[in-house]
């Protein structure tokens, strides 16, 4: 019996639809626009400014000092949690570096102990998270105050100088804020570097499904079989490490500790990772997204000096660009339902 020609046609291999493609990249076509509209805008208003080289140089120098810690908060953002400490756990970490240091002698083993002491601290967080039961939200408001308590307390508010580390390993200075080619900064080498893994982690390892997934429902995550409580300590502690790394670069670039060190970076770090599409109910989320997210706040500052307006506007422009673009994420998202 011989089989119709008809019935053995072979279907059309399938190709992916426009409307599944903008369902599948909607949070980085959306801030790619953001970027690109406010970057024409920039270069016709103040072309001094953005057509010349020397201020993306300048952007590439000082966005990563808090860019590094806002990459790994999308994580924990997408799990619905949040962390408001990194700042003080900068400061936390360099008085360690600063302290080991100063009984060692050498750079390296104080500043291993920086960044062991910023995961610990992160990890302090997430215990305090995860098994005591209090919100994030709570429990990280709380130990920025007590970190800084404590950063004031043991240094007696005083100003440290780092050149005699820089003096002592003149290589470790070169790689954390050195320039690659007398050009590039080695910490935007970094901040792309740490991006480009923590990307990898979400998006190619069980472990940002497990973050998806814990965003999405963390009863069904259990019920999976997911370790909820374990990723959520571990998300923690990947912050306090990037808050390390970003206090010693940070100190490192202008070679002094102050007890200060990172008061200033809660509302660009944060307004990043919202302003990149993660969104505040968790389960979405995107490191491309908070990465371009970094250079957009970062742009607003000089940006509104080079279309000569005063700083008082940074911060009307700051929450209109937030508001919009999540606005803009948002519609974006019901249509492509």
């Not at 215990?127 to 970190?147: A, D, E, H, N, R």
Request: with cysteine; proline share 4%; hydrophobic share 55%.
């Amino acid at each position: 019996m011989t089989t119709p020609a008809t019935s053995i046609k072979s279907s059309p291999p399938r190709t992916p639809s426009v409307g599944r493609f903008l369902r599948r990249n909607s949070l980085q076509l959306g801030i790619i626009g953001v970027l690109a509209v406010m970057w024409i805008f920039l270069m016709i208003a103040g072309p001094r400014t953005f057509l010349h080289k020397e201020i993306y140089i300048a952007f590439a120098d000082s966005v990563p000092f808090y860019g590094i810690m806002a990459i790994p908060i999308t994580l924990l953002v997408i799990a619905q949690e949040i962390d408001l400490s990194f700042g003080s756990i900068m400061a936390v970490s360099v008085m360690v570096f600063v302290g080991v240091f100063n009984s060692s002698g050498s750079p390296l083993l104080a500043l291993v102990a920086c960044l062991v002491s910023g995961t610990l601290v992160g990890l302090i967080n997430g215990f305090i998270v995860v098994k005591i039961g209090i919100p994030s939200l709570i429990t990280t408001i709380g130990t920025q105050f007590f970190w800084r308590g404590v950063v004031l307390v043991v240094t007696n508010a005083s100003i440290q100088s780092v050149g005699p580390a820089e003096a002592a390993d003149p290589v470790l200075h070169e790689l954390l804020v050195g320039r690659l080619f007398g050009v590039i900064p080695a910490q935007f080498i970094w901040m792309v570097i740490i991006a480009i893994a923590t990307w990898v982690l979400l998006n190619r390892h069980r472990f940002g499904a497990h973050v998806y997934l814990i965003g999405d429902n963390a009863n069904s995550a259990r019920l999976m079989g997911v370790n909820v409580d374990q990723r959520r300590i571990i998300m923690f502690g990947l912050v306090g490490l990037a808050a390390a790394f970003a206090g010693i670069i940070t100190t490192y670039d202008i070679g002094t500790f102050f007890t200060s060190l990172g008061d200033g970076y809660l509302l660009q770090t944060l307004a990043a990772v919202f302003l990149g599409g993660t969104s505040v109910l968790g389960g979405t989320g995107s490191i491309l997204g908070t990465f371009i997210g970094c250079y957009i706040i970062g742009a607003i500052e000089p940006g509104t000096v080079a279309i000569n307006l005063t700083g008082f506007w940074t911060q009307l422009i700051y929450g209109l660009i937030i508001v919009v673009s999540v606005a803009m994420h948002t519609i974006l998202r019901r249509r492509i339902k």
